[in-house]
């Protein structure tokens, strides 16, 4: 979604607490480059929906977001084992009272144009997602920057207007060249390990090795075709056939059927998957409505039919694995189908006969389709007519997600590295809270939590935050997935992320 929201990647498995220490002392780990195998050819990588942006600081679907990982890099950026590591920055230190935030620029790193980084490149860069540039902030977690001030050529300091333990994870903001934002989209530059080359709408996004990239040894592929396979089945028989060397998000049925040309990987997520309910859309915005559709579900066969039985099942926008801050409250409607408590709340809100629901699925991601499929037959036990609405990509984002014109839906919303991403999308005032959930009691809990320093009470007011979202029935949460993904054979050196990405720097063909 982002939004970083669809059903997607990988295990937020990492130890926040120590992350968090080693933000407040300052400076990060480096990522290296292993350089073993050959690094050289080209892959084609399936993927289920289009780009909605080329500009990074524009991009919201989490689907285009872990493709431009490969292009972009942020001061910092996440290694495969949830570390923050240095990217353009090489180091960074954080004041005391979490204000200032002091950078010194990597040497020598550069643009995919040739130029190298600098410092008025990342003044501008921070300017423009903060919306000190125009007075509109493009990532919302960073409007708290006051300013962004050149202290010389390789140092930055940016000062903001309040602490917040979480915001280092904000700085993954790409960089971009200095006054490059109007063009971003049509000529896209970053620094990353492969440099864009070319995007057709509703086929893909070509992008290929940059040579002077600054991690040694990395990327070891030439050129990797994003390639949008339109159906579950034609994504099958392309993997069948061999055409596509990669496919992530593959379903329990799809994983059984592969052949042997490919291997089949298997990763957590970090992906919330849930039956998305819009509170301002009568009758769900009854609260006893919603709570009786949490009542019908079966959430154990929901995992069993679509994942295999490999999911977490969960009751509320946290991922178990971020372990200081998750509660478990599946034992608050039960993780079986109760119809009896369900047709009894429905006849309590005045729907005895129960009611229609259309389910609005974008049509691309099997995993969710297949699960609709359940959940339809699930609610008509308790009386409840739902049907599914398969819809394209592009108009799923237009109009549910952005658009809030919709009763229901099925999708995913990704985490990225701080417990607060999930939570902090259901403020009532929040352009993200497209289930339109409103609660006082929430919102100011909400900015209790991002305004203390305690760790401990942080986690506290995570946990309480869980439980008003799930007492309140924000929407019927239903597991994390387990990620699938199928690897050509001959290709080795894929790595599994705690948040969504595709990383195809590390990749290389074995044969």
């Not at 070891?220 to 034609?234: G, P, Q, W, Y």
Request: proline share 3%.
């Amino acid at each position: 979604m982002k939004t970083s929201f669809h059903w997607k990647k990988k295990l937020c498995g990492f130890l926040f607490t120590a992350l968090l220490i080693m933000a407040v002392l300052g400076g990060c780990a480096d990522g290296t480059g292993e350089s073993s195998g050959d690094n050289s050819g080209s892959i084609v990588v399936g993927i289920q929906q289009d780009i909605d942006s080329l500009d990074p600081h524009k991009a919201t679907a989490a689907g285009t977001k872990e493709i431009l990982f490969n292009i972009f890099e942020g001061l910092v950026k996440p290694d495969e084992n949830g570390n923050l590591v240095c990217a353009v920055a090489s180091d960074y230190t954080i004041s005391k009272d979490g204000l200032v935030y002091t950078f010194t620029l990597r040497d020598n790193v550069k643009f995919h144009n040739g130029n190298v980084v600098t410092a008025e490149d990342v003044k501008y860069s921070l300017e423009r997602v903060s919306g000190l540039l125009d007075g509109t902030p493009l990532i919302s977690t960073l409007k708290v920057i006051q300013s962004v001030e050149i202290v010389d050529e390789k140092t930055v300091k940016v000062t903001v207007g309040s602490a917040n333990t979480e915001l280092i994870y904000s700085f993954v903001a790409a960089i971009i060249p200095a006054g490059s934002g109007e063009s971003a989209e049509a000529q896209p530059v970053g620094t990353g390990p492969f440099s864009f080359v070319s995007y057709k709408p509703l086929e893909g996004i070509v992008i290929a090795k940059f040579p002077d990239y600054w991690q040694e040894g990395l990327p070891k592929l030439d050129e990797v075709n994003f390639k949008i396979v339109n159906s579950a089945d034609t994504a099958l028989m392309e993997l069948q056939g061999g055409t596509i060397d990669l496919y992530a998000y593959l379903t329990d049925s799809q994983a059984k059927a592969m052949g042997e040309n490919h291997q089949v990987l298997a990763s957590a997520s970090n992906v919330v998957q849930a039956l998305f309910l819009n509170n301002a859309v009568a009758p769900l915005d009854n609260v006893k409505v919603r709570q009786a559709i949490l009542y019908a579900l079966d959430k154990e066969e929901i995992n069993d039919f679509v994942g295999g039985g490999s999911g977490t099942l969960i009751s509320s926008a946290m991922l178990p694995t971020l372990k200081d801050y998750y509660v478990d409250l599946n034992d608050t409607y039960g993780t079986t189908a109760n119809v009896e408590k369900a047709k009894e709340l429905l006849t309590e809100a005045g729907y005895p006969n129960g009611f229609d629901l259309e389910i609005a699925i974008p049509s691309t991601y099997e995993f969710h389709m297949q699960t609709g499929e359940v959940v339809v037959e699930q609610l008509k036990a308790a009386g409840i007519n739902a049907t599914i609405k398969a819809v394209e990509w592009g108009t799923w984002l237009d109009e549910v997600y952005n658009g809030r014109k919709y009763a229901a839906t099925i999708s995913g919303l990704t985490c990225d590295m701080t417990p607060g991403y999930l939570l902090n999308r259901f403020q009532t005032d929040s352009k993200k809270n497209f289930i339109n959930f409103a609660s006082e009691e929430y919102d100011e809990l909400y900015l209790k939590a991002q305004e203390t320093l305690d760790l401990a009470q942080k986690a506290e007011y995570y946990k309480q935050l869980q439980k008003i979202l799930c007492d309140e029935a924000g929407s019927a949460f239903l597991q994390v997935p387990a990620n699938m993904t199928a690897i050509s054979k001959k290709l080795a050196g894929y790595k599994f992320y705690p948040i969504y990405v595709q990383d195809m720097s590390t990749v290389y063909f074995t044969e």
